[in-house]
């Protein structure tokens, strides 16, 4: 995880097709996320944003895929302001 003042980026390992949509957490060193909908038209991406703004407890704008946009390792930039609901602490 990278970070500055203003923003982090989270390592994110996406599994989509699931049976439910769920926050796994950290798996070494990416955050594992489990999506019910299929990577098709940017669904599962949007949706993923969905998730975590939800457990974050942020806008959904204030988060942005960054890199990974077709695959399912990604990096997404969110405000700063949510380490500590990441358990960062726990992480390193």
């Given amino acids: 995880m990278s970070k500055d ?4 980026l989270l390592p994110v390992k ?4 699931t049976k439910t949509n769920k ?8 955050f594992k996320i489990l ?8 669904k599962a991406n949007d949706k993923l944003l ?6 974050l ?3 959904k704008n204030q988060m942005k895929i960054v890199r990974g946009h077709n695959v399912d390792k ?8 949510v380490l500590e609901r990441l358990n960062i ?3 390193y």
């Fill in 74 to 81: 990604k990096y997404i930039s969110l405000p700063g302001k």
């Fill in 89 to 91: 602490k726990n992480k």
């Fill in 50 to 55: 969905d998730l975590l703004a939800n457990y």
């Fill in 23 to 30: 926050i796994v957490g950290w798996q070494g060193d990416y």
């Fill in 35 to 42: 999506l019910a909908v299929p990577p098709i038209k940017g």
């Fill in 5 to 8: 003042k203003q923003s982090v």
């Fill in 14 to 17: 996406v599994i989509t097709k």
């Fill in 57 to 59: 407890q942020v806008s």
